[in-house]
């Protein structure tokens, strides 16, 4: 089995007056092919978790090994590198680009890794074909349903074959036909292979996930019974 992510005693914490303890010290093992939900209230520290999960910030304490790359020795560049090629984000605003047609706005997540427009147009239309839009390669965002422009942003996500996919509450802005439908495609690709972590406030979303873990007031406890509190492995199941 390869693990992608390994956090060792990760923590963080905000310098302001008074100092936030956000996230407490976690323990956090996911294999390729996990889908872990993590599940809290508002201000539980879910983006804080998700920011240091997606190389957006650092922690305070401890260590994070992501896909055998330890994270903490690297470089801001390194580390922007390590995130553009490895890890895909999901998140609730789908943040598509209004006057780019769906094929258009994945491929531009291509623009620095793969050179040949064509390649990337090419990769584009395999990704949008993945997750059921291969009918609206050419719609801009406008004339698609909060379902479709979601995702495209999958679809955008999954283009340069990540290790992870990252996504925030993905189907915060969604009524409950579409939130099943962008449901069902994540449920496809992790059945292909795909690691996702999705963070959302929302059991109903993370019910679907193989594995959860629950976050309030910064601490993470395992859904697991079998998991000891200090040390949660979100495993997917055998
Ligand atoms: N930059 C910051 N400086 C100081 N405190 C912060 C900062 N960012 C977050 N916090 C605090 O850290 C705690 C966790 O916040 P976080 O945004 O991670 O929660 P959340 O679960 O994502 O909330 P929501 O669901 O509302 O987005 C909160 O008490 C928040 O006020």
Known sequence: MTT???LRGIGKSYQTTPVVH????????????????????SGSGKSTLLNLLGLLDRPTQ?????????VSTLGERERTALRGRRIGFVFQQFHLLPHRTAVENVALALLYTT??????????????????????LHALPSTMSGGERQ???????LVGAPDLVLCDEPTGNLDSANAHA??????????????????THDPDVAARARS????????????DPRSAPSATTAK???
């Open 182 to 199: 962008v449901l069902d495609v994540l449920n496809d690709l992790n059945a292909d292979g795909v690691t996702l972590i999705v963070i």
């Open 115 to 136: 050179p040949s427009a064509g390649q990337r147009t090419t990769a584009a239309v395999q990704a949008l074909r993945r997750v059921g839009l291969g009918h609206r």
């Open 151 to 157: 995702r495209v942003a999958i679809a955008r996500a």
């Open 62 to 70: 401890g260590r994070y090994v992501f896909a055998g790359v330890d």
């Open 4 to 6: 992608i992510v390994e």
């Open 236 to 238: 997917a199941p055998a």
């Open 212 to 223: 959860r873990v629950h976050i309030r007031d910064g601490s993470v406890t395992s859904a």
């Open 22 to 41: 956000a996230l407490q010290p976690v323990d956090l093992t996911i294999e390729a092919g996990d889908w872990l939900a993590v599940v809290g209230p």
